[in-house]
């Protein structure tokens, strides 16, 4: 079993930071992956990176301006948001996924455990 614990959200102008924080509580997962639901869409992909941190993977609308860290030593898993935007605004989840074998990293349906997730407001 994984438990999964999103921190760090709230309300930012645009062009602000936020660092989200994803507790994980597990002895392994292979990799983690953040995701969002803006309101009234479907959820979305993010970012994802392997237990190791070696390889991380972004969606186009956030590359170059989102950087996915972690810290094993605190089981936790960083999502620094930079130069926000207002589309930007969202439920952020962290999820996390045993096995490079259950599917693209970037299909939501490729994760076993979800945080509860944190919301993101970016005001213009």
């Known amino acids: 079993q994984v438990h999964l614990e999103e921190s760090g959200g709230g309300l930012v102008q645009e062009g602000g930071s936020l660092r989200l924080s994803c507790a994980i509580q597990?002895?392994?997962?292979?990799?983690t992956g953040w995701f969002r639901q803006p309101p009234g869409k479907e959820r979305e992909f993010v970012g994802f990176t392997v237990y190791t941190g070696s390889t991380t993977y972004y969606a186009d609308v956030v590359k170059g301006r989102f950087t996915i860290s972690r810290d094993n030593t605190k089981s936790t898993v960083y999502l620094q948001m930079d130069s926000l935007k207002p589309e930007d605004t969202a439920t952020y989840y962290c999820a996390a996924k045993r096995s490079y074998a259950d599917g693209w990293y970037g299909d939501e349906k490729s994760y076993q455990y979800w945080g509860q997730g944190t919301q993101v407001n970016v005001s213009k």
């Open positions: 597990s002895t392994y997962a292979y990799g």
